[in-house]
């Protein structure tokens, strides 16, 4: 095993321990690869994480390994600069995340064998208040990632018609991801509710293909708009995280014209760092255009009225004011006939 070595990243040093250790058996990408990785894709990944309180998918010995997410960054033996915002899970309790300030707390975070990096879509600054909706595009069993493509037009079309600007990107795996940058000013229920208000909407221009069917067996062959992936303590991979994955596939911000054409093994450790020297960050303008969540807020009143109220949250969480019953509904049948 190769020695520990010192690396000087964002003017901070950090320690690379290990660098030969096999991180993905299948390509054979070690370590120091990981490192050098989220270093070349410093601008990008710091677009997607700056004072992000952030937690860490870490694989100490590699895929195959022990994995496990930290959420709490340990009192000792961490860098005197790292910092760490606090954050409030659903059921009240709270913990010190990683919260990155600079490149080399990604840095760090990949020496301690971090594969995935899954943000809260709020800043420090708000930590209680969204700056960003996620809309996770997620094929179901029979549909594939040129479905999700075209359901993710779709939802462009809608945010076209709002005057909204959507930045798509890959899951790393099947899926798709759109980000719309927020003003931080509502609570993660108003969130949310905003992105079931335009779920709602793209599956009725499309409902041949799109489902907001919270329960598995009634979505059928189509695409999954996963709306809560906007409740409290609810992440995703982040742009240019790379994915536990035999391929190491990234996360990988996309122009809106390329998503016909891509598939989701073009992107991964080797080719996103050329595709930014060669096209630049697809999403550097994120931060410009922040939305007014309001039209979305009336759009869920309106189907609230029509008898489309709230959806189910996840079996972990409180049971929230509004929601409906956390029941499947073939188990509700049958409790009835019963």
Not at 30 to 56: H, Q, S
Not at 138 to 159: R, S, Y
Not at 274 to 294: Q, V
Request: proline fraction near 9%.
């Amino acid at each position: 095993m190769a020695d520990a070595l010192e690396i000087e990243v964002a003017g901070r040093p950090v320690r690379l321990t290990s660098p030969d250790r096999v991180m993905f058996p299948e390509r054979g990408f070690t370590k120091r690869d990981v490192f050098e990785y989220y270093v070349a894709v410093g601008d990008g990944i710091m677009r997607a994480l700056g004072n992000r309180p952030t937690t860490l998918q870490r694989f100490p010995e590699g895929i195959g390994g022990e994995m496990f997410f930290q959420k709490r960054v340990p009192a000792r033996g961490v860098p005197p600069w790292l910092e760490t915002a606090q954050i409030a899970f659903p059921s009240g309790r709270k913990a010190d995340e990683l919260c990155p300030a600079d490149l080399a707390h990604v840095a760090w975070a990949a020496q301690m064998g971090t594969i995935v990096f899954h943000p809260w879509p709020v800043r420090k600054a708000h930590v209680d208040h969204p700056d960003e909706l996620r809309i996770d595009l997620d094929p179901q069993p029979g549909t594939d990632f040129a479905d999700a493509a075209v359901v993710a037009g779709e939802l462009k079309a809608v945010l076209d018609e709002l005057g909204w600007k959507g930045w798509p990107k890959t899951s790393g795996g099947r899926g798709v991801h759109v980000y719309v940058r927020i003003e931080p000013k509502w609570t993660f229920v108003e969130a949310r509710r905003a992105v079931i208000a335009l779920a709602r909407e793209v599956e009725r221009r499309r409902p041949d293909l799109v489902t907001t069917k919270w329960w598995k067996e009634e979505r059928g062959a189509r695409v999954f708009v996963d709306f809560n992936q906007m409740a409290r303590d609810r992440t995703i991979a982040c742009a240019y995280s790379l994915r536990a994955n035999a391929r190491a596939t990234a996360s990988t911000p996309l122009r809106w014209e390329e998503l016909p054409d891509v598939e989701p093994d073009d992107f991964d450790l080797r080719t996103v760092p050329e595709r930014i020297t060669k096209l630049g960050d697809a999403h550097a303008g994120i931060d410009e255009s922040p939305h007014d969540i309001t039209p979305l807020l009336e759009w869920a009143e309106r189907d609230a009225a029509n008898g489309e109220g709230d959806m189910p949250y996840p079996p972990e969480y409180p049971k929230m004011p509004g929601e409906p019953m956390r029941v499947q509904p073939s188990r509700a049948r049958n409790n009835v006939e019963q």
